[in-house]
Structures are given as structure tokens and as C-alpha cells.
């Protein structure tokens, strides 16, 4: 079981900003998120069900949950009322089971995704924060919009009065550190039209960056990055 590396927590913390740092507490115990808490650290994000629901009753801390690994639809009902927000709705029917629970749903990715999520908003009578997925690099193994289909997706998008698009997210491809910049630049770029050529929307949000290339996701105008082993020691 890894511990909190302190020092470097608060670092870190300091170093993220002004993006917000969601803590992956998969490798830690409830103790150590409550040493995240007394570092500064108030957004924790688990992958696995079962070891969520376990700290989040051994936790008593005043911060808040994230699910951040893939749910199956079937789990939903024993996190919805735990969890501030889901970041990984990568289906539309579970978009059902979670549209009148989370703030904002961070990875859409495709139409019929975006026509479900809209369907169910309607139904709950509620506006839902999204963020658009984009596939910035145009791996075949991974999900999202190619950037060409920003402007058709985003005049789609007008035409749906209970969506309200946010920013974009996106991974970077899995290669040297350095060479991921230029698709962070990419990223923050687009986001960038997408805010001149759509003022009628608060585009905000730019969710990319994690452990091992959050520095470089953060200087290129990431708002949201996702740390797990920056913030622990073995």
C-alpha cells in the first residue's frame, strides 16, 4: 500500500493551478485520504466500486468523490448518491441511469451519445454540463471527435436546449513526455475557435493531463488533471 508523499502533495497542489487536481486513490487506504485532506487535497477519484464504497464509509472527511474508472451500469445504483461527479459515461445507457445525479459528464464522444443525454435531460427537465471527447490525435484505440468534426458537432449540439458543452477532453497518446505537448497545444487551440466561433457558450473547461504529463497538459491550459503516483510514495 503506497502512503502520501506530503511534501510533494502540496507541491503539487500548488503546481496544478489553476487546474484542479482530482487525487486517484486507488493505490491508498482511507487513512491516507485523510492525509490528502490535511494536505489540501479535497477531490478523490476511484476506479473500482467495491473499493470505493469501502472508503467512502471509512472516510469522514469534508471531501468529495469522484468515479473516475468505467462503470458498468449495473453499479450505478450504489455510488449515485456518493459521488459528485462521473467522469467516465462512455455509454449512453448509462447515461440514463446517472443523468439527474452528476454536475458535469466529461467524456461524450459520439451522436447517439449526445441525442441520449439529451433525451434523458429533457426528461428530468435539467440542463447537463458535458464535455466534448476529442480524439486530437486520431488514435484508432481511442474514443472522440477528429477536430474537423468539431464545428458540425458543436452546430449539433444547437438544436439540443438541455446540453450545455463546457470544453473539451482528451488523452494524449502514449509516447515520449515532450512530444505530447504539441497535442495539448492542439487541444487548447481548438477549444480556442470553438470559444470565438461559439460566444454564446462557456467553454471554459479543458480536462487533460495526468501523472506523468500533467506539467506539460497544465502549461498548455489545462483546468483538470488527474494524479495518482506524483502524489505517493511505495
Known sequence: MMRVNEAETKRLLEAV???KLVAATKYIDEKEVEKLEE??????????????????????GKGVWHFIGTLQTNKVKYIIDKVELIHSVDSFHLAKHIIDKVQMIHSVANYRLIDEIEKQAAKHNLVMDILLQV??????????????????????LKDKPHLNPRGLMMMAPNIEVEE???????TKDLLTKLQESYPNYQLTELSMGMTHDFPIAVAEGST???????????
Open 135 to 156: 480524439n486530437i490525435a486520431k488514435e484508432e484505440s481511442k474514443h472522440g471527435f477528429n477536430e474537423e468534426e468539431m464545428n458540425e458537432v458543436m452546430d449539433y
Open 180 to 186: 505530447t505537448r504539441q497535442y495539448f497545444k492542439a
Open 39 to 60: 494536505c489540501g487535497v479535497m477531490i478523490y477519484g476511484e476506479n473500482k466500486v467495491q473499493d470505493f464504497l469501502k472508503k467512502y464509509e471509512d472516510y469522514h
Open 224 to 234: 483538470m488533471v488527474r494524479l495518482g503516483h506524483a502524489l505517493f510514495d511505495e
Open 17 to 19: 493551478k489553476p487546474a
